[in-house]
């Protein structure tokens, strides 16, 4: 039966992830309620016990294998722990089984997006008909009621090249100076919220800089493509933590991507070093403050760092999930990200940015996603977009409601009625309201609400745009 959460780590790591992940929720219990409405993986993992009590036997592998495929890394339940077990579970499975066809597709938007890319009209126009979108869903595995979203006719890194914010030669000096670290969904669907992003950081009086970047990691993690993971999330510390040391401040306006660098990162590594934080400080903080003049507007020395957010110590239960990744430099990345709203707010807060708006109109609700929430700097857009004038805006979702779209996992044949089902809860809530609108950063809420409910999306840095006062 369950060990004792007080097991060793020598008698936990031989065990499979699923099996200690087991173990450890089944013997605290904390979560058989907390859960319940907003994850799959919790209520089948406590069925699963009850029935193993019942029948006075401890669950086989082969009975929990599928625990891991009902998990999300939506980072809602308290414990790192199992996040790391559910992660190393997918990768164990991964590299077993290989991937399948749709995991392929939906976990690399970055490789097909730059496919199709080269063809946008031809690969839209393919898609839309039927014969052809009937073979694809047999090939990947999608539901039949799902479309699969449009490629941008330009994506945003091309826009990015034609308006000069990829730099050639040496940094600039002074000033607010911003890498902008994109995430595929905006790069290559919704490039209109990048292209956002640089419109009011620009208004805002910032150098605005796109540095070479790669996806962030998470859908291939979500997948357990951790040879691919490993690969893009190496190439994006390195350039984003050079940026850094040149006295950049590295934003991000995508939650997914952010919880996933800031967070998930994080949390494994505390999982490996005890996060130790006085080990971080040497560097990259240091190496940023020099040479770096401060004038125009008043510059705090050195790139902005967060305030330490929670941290884990070694666990029993879990392992690093990312072993092959420089802890330290996991560490200096998720203290030196910041999200686009929350760095708006310390714009206002701390460099004195005062944006002047045109009215606006409409009743609509804002939704914080799961991702968003988690990384706990509360609600900075929601709080901006309450300065517009004539815009009703009100808040809806509870800090356990999620959308269910998991990504693009909802896109799948085996979890489109999951995700609905998940996300239920919310959609009940937004309806309720009966708004014009919803206003949310997720892009991946966005498709989930576009299906679900039909009514139109914005991400509040979009708002923004359209209502920003030009600077005179
Ligand atoms: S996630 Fe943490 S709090 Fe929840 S049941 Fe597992 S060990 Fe307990
Ligand atoms: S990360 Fe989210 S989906 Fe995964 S187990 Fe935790 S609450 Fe459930």
Redesign the pocket.
Known sequence: MPSS?QSTAAATTARHPLQRLFD??TD?????F??DESCLL?PEMYRLYDEAVAQKRSPSLEVLKDLADRCTLCGL???P??RSNVILAKAMRTQRQGLDPGARLLSDLQTFARLGQKVPRVANALSSVPAVRHLLEKIFQLHPQRQLPRLAKEDFFSWAVKEGLQRKGPPPQGGVRIAYFVGCTAAYLFPQVARAVVQVFRAAGAHMEVPPQQCCGMPTVVEGDMARSVERITANMNTLLHAVSEGYHVVCSCPTCGYFMRNLLKENACLATGCLETALEAGVAKRATAGVPSHEVTIPSGPPKRPSAQTYGPSA?ADDAFLNLSPSKRLQLSQHLWDVGEYLDRLRQQYGWRPRWHPSKGRWVYYAPCHQREQGFGTPYFDLLQEIPGLQLKRVGSSTDCCGMGGSLGYKKAFHEKSLQLGASLMEKITKEDPQAIVTDCLSCRLQFQYALGLPVYHPIEVMGQALVPAS
């Open positions: 959460r450890g929720c605290c219990d904390i979560c058989r907390l859960m919790f339940c308290p414990c722990d199992v239960l």
